[in-house]
């Protein structure tokens, strides 16, 4: 319960108090009450993580309709990396809803498209030609990489990682990796479509980077064929897959590889994106120029935009009116994410980032000490996770990471789950977010582990 730094009010939104406030048990009545108003209305399969009725949120906390104030450690999945309602996000929106809402860009077009594919030009690794192409999600940025790289190259296999996720659309379905809960039942998925095995550094038996590119290269070579192959998708840093940060020089071998062999390489930045990993983009630890780089989330403060950016040869492969969408590249999400740029270029958030990534991964690595359940912690930046596991054996344990999700909820704090085996926990806090809410959530989640 502590008062916040200056900055996380100013920048992240609304001028609510950055605190943890508990009001009432978790839901609350309010709570309780849309929650039951959802399961008469809404489709079971579109879940929620914390049952609350949210009626404003900012800096590092989100309200709920009985009164409590929960610390977000996960940016509606790393959305809202300039906070809720970003002052230079609303006064921008508000001046665009004032001018016009929509005139679809491929009809009549307008200045705000063509400047966020100029700022995603000039961001981006790499400063050969690039051309930009808006959308609105992340899986719809993701189909169009791929169609994309498929007219380019006049091939059409694409190969993705085990772990991968890359939406719930058909075609990024059957990207994704993991079946429950995002394909069991779903099929059948788009064929052309293969796996190539990840390096996952806490599970591959230490194998180094250029080993783990040699094995997945030469599976691709055997299995697939680069004459066949268009592309090669991957998250930088695997997000719903695990936060698996890939042993060093898996990411470049697979490049180089790629540049040789006539394929295209497709860095999905779509959660890693956008100073989240504290650079504007995860390629760049690694010192990797994508071919094609697929971004969204926390691109536009909270607004639905999606964008593919890539060599200008690729891009213009395609034909006129073959790329687009009534919503692609939105006017109103366009202004966003111009002052969504702005705010993490003048309000220091990518460095910001790297600042929370200190923390976390510092008193994170410290409970790990003092805790043989926590296997590992990774991460860069503002993205980081816990792996949890059985100290005898190293196995997974969901549901440890279930019970300490729950509990944190309970106690608001809002944290996320992921990972293959469901035994990870992860950080993905706003990084307008103050150092003192981050360290009590992080409190939170050690007597957690205590109490479980
Ligand atoms: C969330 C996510 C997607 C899908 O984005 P949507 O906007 O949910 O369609 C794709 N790739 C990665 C890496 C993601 O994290």
């Given amino acids: 319960m502590t008062l916040v730094a200056p900055t996380a009010t100013t920048v992240g939104g609304p001028a609510?108090?950055?605190?943890?406030?508990?009001?009432?048990?978790?839901?609350?009545?309010?709570?309780?009450?849309?929650?039951?108003?959802?399961?008469?209305?809404?489709?079971?399969?579109?879940g929620t993580t914390i049952p609350v009725s949210v009626v404003a949120a900012g800096g590092g906390v989100i309200v709920d309709a009985d009164g409590n104030s929960i610390i977000d450690l996960g940016s509606g999945i790393a959305v809202t990396g300039?906070?809720?309602?970003?002052?230079?996000?609303?006064?921008?929106?508000?001046?665009?809803?004032?001018?016009?809402?929509?005139?679809?860009?491929?009809?009549?077009?307008?200045?705000?498209?063509?400047?966020?594919?100029?700022?995603?030009?000039?961001l981006t690794p790499g400063d050969h030609a690039k051309r930009?192409?808006?959308?609105?999600?992340?899986?719809?940025?993701?189909?169009?990489?791929?169609?994309?790289?498929?007219h380019y190259t006049k091939k059409q296999a694409v190969v993705a990682f085990d772990h991968a996720y890359h939406g719930r659309t058909n075609l990024t379905m059957g990207l994704t990796a993991k079946n429950?809960?995002?394909?069991?039942?779903?099929?059948?998925?788009?064929?052309?479509?293969?796996?190539?095995?990840?390096?996952y550094p806490f599970r591959d038996g230490g194998l180094s980077g250029a080993e783990a590119a040699a094995r997945a290269i030469l599976q691709i070579e055997k299995q697939v064929g680069a004459e066949n192959l268009a592309a090669i998708i991957i998250e930088p840093i695997q997000g719903e897959g695990g936060f698996i940060v890939p042993a060093p020089g898996f990411l470049p071998a697979l490049v180089k590889w790629a540049n040789e062999n006539d394929v295209v390489f497709i860095a999905d930045e779509v959660q890693t994106g956008f100073g989240r990993t504290g650079a504007w983009f995860a390629s760049e630890?690694?010192?990797?120029?994508p071919d094609v780089i697929v971004t969204a989330k926390g691109i536009?403060?909270?607004?639905?935009?999606?964008?593919?950016?890539?060599?200008?040869?690729?891009?213009?492969?395609?034909?006129?009116?073959g790329l687009g969408?009534?919503?692609?590249?939105?006017?109103?999400?366009?202004?966003?994410?111009?002052?969504?740029?702005?705010?993490?270029?003048?309000?220091?958030?990518?460095?910001?980032?790297?600042?929370?990534?200190?923390?976390?991964?510092?008193?994170?690595?410290?409970?790990?000490?003092?805790?043989?359940?926590?296997?590992?912690?990774r991460g860069r930046g503002a993205m980081v996770a816990?792996?949890?596991?059985?100290?005898?054996?190293?196995?997974?344990?969901?549901?440890?990471?279930?019970?300490?999700?729950?509990?944190?909820?309970?106690?608001?704090?809002?944290?996320?789950?992921?990972?293959?085996?469901?035994?990870?926990?992860?950080?993905?806090?706003?990084?307008?977010?103050?150092?003192?809410?981050l360290i009590e959530g992080l409190g939170v989640i050690a007597e957690g582990l205590k109490q479980a």
């Fill in 386 to 437: 816990i792996e949890l596991v059985d100290p005898a054996t190293g196995a997974p344990d969901a549901a440890l990471t279930g019970k300490l999700a729950a509990y944190a909820a309970q106690h608001g704090v809002l944290v996320l789950t992921c990972g293959t085996y469901g035994n990870v926990i992860r950080f993905l806090p706003p990084l307008t977010i103050s150092d003192e809410l």
């Fill in 16 to 46: 609510l108090p950055q605190e943890r406030r508990l009001v009432t048990s978790i839901p609350g009545p309010r709570s309780q009450e849309l929650m039951a108003r959802k399961a008469e209305a809404v489709a079971a399969g579109v």
């Fill in 300 to 321: 536009a403060g909270g607004l639905p935009l999606s964008a593919v950016t890539g060599r200008a040869e690729i891009m213009d492969s395609a034909m006129a009116g």
């Fill in 285 to 289: 630890h690694e010192g990797i120029v």
């Fill in 180 to 199: 429950i809960p995002y394909k069991s039942g779903f099929g059948p998925f788009a064929p052309e479509v293969y796996r190539a095995p990840l390096s």
């Fill in 132 to 150: 930009s192409a808006l959308f609105n999600s992340g899986a719809e940025a993701v189909e169009n990489a791929v169609k994309i790289a498929r």
């Fill in 325 to 377: 969408g009534t919503y692609a590249g939105s006017p109103i999400a366009c202004a966003a994410a111009l002052a969504a740029i702005e705010s993490y270029r003048e309000d220091g958030l990518i460095e910001r980032a790297r600042e929370i990534g200190t923390v976390l991964i510092g008193r994170l690595n410290a409970l790990r000490t003092a805790d043989a359940r926590i296997g590992d912690v």
């Fill in 82 to 122: 300039v906070g809720n309602s970003n002052p230079r996000v609303v006064e921008a929106v508000t001046a665009q809803l004032n001018a016009f809402t929509h005139t679809c860009f491929t009809v009549a077009p307008y200045d705000g498209y063509v400047s966020v594919a100029e700022k995603l030009n000039e």
